[in-house]
């Protein structure tokens, strides 16, 4: 059975959505962080399937390079969320607030 | 990797960069002197990439497999980003003292986002655009957030981080919708079918997401929420480096994939997306400045205007308007870096003096000081003898010279508006009592670097030609 390729484009589409959404709605740093990575996880999937169905492999190639620097961007990010959580015992965007938004 | 010998020098001055990383790491490991050594080898180092990049322009070539461009344009921007970090080197030095926050990683970090900005500006292929960007973008983060201890600190670099890789985000996503209609990220590909693309409804979305990221990290106006609070609350040297490499990175990052959207005589587009969004940056940033306090606020602001200047560059769309946006990057640059070196110089241990009314009367304590940074405001305000003034007028021929003359028009307005805030610096240095006692700790190595940069403003302002000719050779 062949799944046709909108599907994955749709499904990556609403995943990558559902990324912006949490990072607008959500006020944990972490889930903000999480939904980020939704965010790039999306957008392998995409990269994912244009490459399977255009049958060049530059597309997985980008892959492996998302998923590196996402693990440098979680490995910075939690560092600077432990930074203020010691500094503030709350990782609450809303609380963390000295400087007006 | 390399055809040939010449290939491999003009790739030089990225080499020299990633080399003089691990020679830095080795010296803040193994000598004990690292804190004298490092922060002069850093400058040193900028200085020297910074140099021969303006020496050989000429030498343009494509390397690495089609990867990267070495030579011309993207030499005259590897020049403006280092030798702007140099500058940022050189005030950081004691400005670290006296936050009393030495970190070895400060300089080292420092290099690696300037790699990355060099890396956006060669970039021929999405790859490498996108590694930069996250090379860059995460050295930011980092240095947002250098000084740990001061809650201020943390809560910019949170939200540095947070919003760009929310950016970043959109980056990816509309790199793969590019890739997805064009079948590849080779930029020359897309560059030659760029007209045949755009009929592509999915190449359109993913250019526009590729753009919305980009407008995150120049800081245009509906995703500039970021910008105060990051310069507000990270170090003033480190602001001065997000505000004008960041900015300058991530233009050349647009000139460099988005080629193509310069190549019509009049717009294209994506002409009335940039057309909305500089209009609302330029007026957003120069009327919600005039209601700041704190000078780097104010600058924040300031910066959000001078990008709505730059994006009429990019709705202009022309080969002009390229020469303009780049001469524009170098003018801000340095007007920029001299603005904040000397924002750092005045400011007192544990953030006094950031108010813009304890700039009163600074021109009877400390006249030099005052007379360096009435120059900057003239330049950021465009003033005509300086820098900013022919920086804004190329961006403005090349708009009106393609047909956006009501975006000129708006360009002007809200150059008049922004001249107040400026100027009300001067006003309150030169014609107010000294309220402040000024405090000022001498530093030489601060002082060579905002006379540096305020003498690239004046040579730029007296001999425009010169630059913009070495730019337009390579267009």
Redo the contacts between chains.
């Keep these: 059975m062949n799944i046709p390729i909108e599907y994955y484009l749709i499904l990556s589409a609403f995943m990558?959505f559902v990324?912006?959404a949490g990072?607008l709605t959500r006020r944990n740093?972490i889930i903000?962080?999480m939904s980020?990575e939704l965010?790039?996880n999306?957008?392998?999937l995409?990269?994912v399937?244009?490459s399977s169905?255009?049958g060049?492999s530059?597309?997985q190639?980008?892959v492996f390079?998302?998923m590196t620097?996402a693990a440098?961007?979680a490995a910075?990010?939690l560092a600077?969320?432990i930074?203020?959580f010691r500094?503030?015992l709350t990782v609450n965007?809303d609380e963390?607030?000295?400087?007006?938004? | 990797m390399f055809n040939n010998a010449q290939e491999f020098f003009n790739t030089l001055p990225l080499i020299i960069m990633g080399g003089g990383i691990v020679i830095s790491l080795l010296i803040e490991i193994y000598s004990d002197k690292n804190k004298v050594i490092l922060p002069w080898f850093t400058a040193l180092l900028f200085l020297a990439v910074g140099l021969h990049s303006l020496f050989y322009t000429n030498d343009v070539s494509i390397v690495m497999q089609n990867m990267l461009a070495t030579g011309g344009n993207v030499n005259i921007f590897y020049a403006i980003f280092t030798l702007g970090a140099a500058v940022v080197t050189l005030i950081s030095i004691d400005y670290i003292k006296k936050y009393d926050m030495y970190f070895g990683e400060y300089y080292l970090i420092l290099q690696t986002s300037v790699l990355g900005m060099m890396l956006m500006a060669a970039a021929k292929d999405l790859?490498v655009i996108?590694?930069g960007l996250?090379l860059m973008s995460?050295s930011f983060?980092?240095l947002a957030?250098m000084n740990?201890?001061r809650?201020?600190a943390?809560?910019?670099?949170?939200?540095y981080?947070?919003l760009g890789?929310?950016a970043?985000?959109?980056i990816?996503?509309g790199?793969?919708?590019i890739?997805?209609s064009a079948?590849?990220?080779s930029i020359d590909f897309i560059t030659t079918n760029f007209a045949g693309l755009t009929s592509n409804l999915l190449f359109v979305a993913g250019v526009l997401l590729f753009l919305i990221g980009f407008s995150f990290k120049i800081a245009a106006f509906p995703f500039h929420?970021w910008v105060?609070?990051v310069y507000?609350?990270s170090s003033t040297t480190v602001a001065a480096l997000f505000s004008t490499g960041g900015k300058s990175a991530a233009f050349s990052a647009i000139i460099a994939s988005l080629f193509a959207l310069f190549n019509g005589p009049s717009g294209n587009v994506f002409t009335p997306y940039f057309a909305v969004i500089s209009v609302l940056s330029m007026f957003y940033g120069s009327i919600v400045a005039i209601a700041q306090v704190n000078i780097k606020r104010m600058l924040a602001y300031s910066s959000i205007s001078h990008a709505g200047y730059l994006i009429i560059g990019l709705a202009a769309g022309n080969h002009d308007a390229i020469a303009g946006v780049m001469f524009y990057l170098g003018a801000y640059t340095f007007m920029n870096l001299g603005a904040f070196g000397i924002v750092s110089l005045v400011e007192g241990k544990n953030e006094t003096n950031l108010d813009i009314n304890s700039y009163a009367g600074l021109a009877s304590k400390k006249p030099f000081l005052a007379a360096l940074l009435s120059i900057l405001m003239f330049s950021l305000a465009g003033v005509p003898p300086f820098a900013g003034f022919f920086g804004k007028y190329y961006i403005f021929i090349a708009a009106i010279e393609s047909k956006l003359t009501w975006l000129a028009i708006l360009g002007v307005i809200s150059s008049a508006i922004s001249a107040y805030f400026y100027i009300r610096i001067v006003v309150l240095m030169y014609f107010k009592p000294a309220t402040n006692d000024f405090q000022i700790e001498t530093s030489n190595s601060a002082m060579l670097g905002i006379i540096t940069s305020v003498i690239i403003v004046i040579l730029l302002g007296i001999f425009p030609g010169s630059f913009l000719d070495l730019i337009t050779r390579f267009i």
């Design positions: 990558f990324g912006v990072v740093a903000v962080f980020i965010m790039l999306s957008a392998n995409t990269l399937t244009f169905y255009l060049n530059i597309g190639l980008f390079f998302v620097v440098a961007d910075v990010g600077i969320i930074a203020i500094n503030k965007i963390i607030n000295i400087l007006k938004w | 790859f996108f590694l996250e995460i983060y980092i957030g740990r201890k809650a201020k943390n809560e910019a670099s949170l939200k981080f947070l890789s929310f970043t985000g959109f990816v996503y790199i793969a919708l890739y997805g079948h590849t990220t929420m105060p609070d507000e609350g």
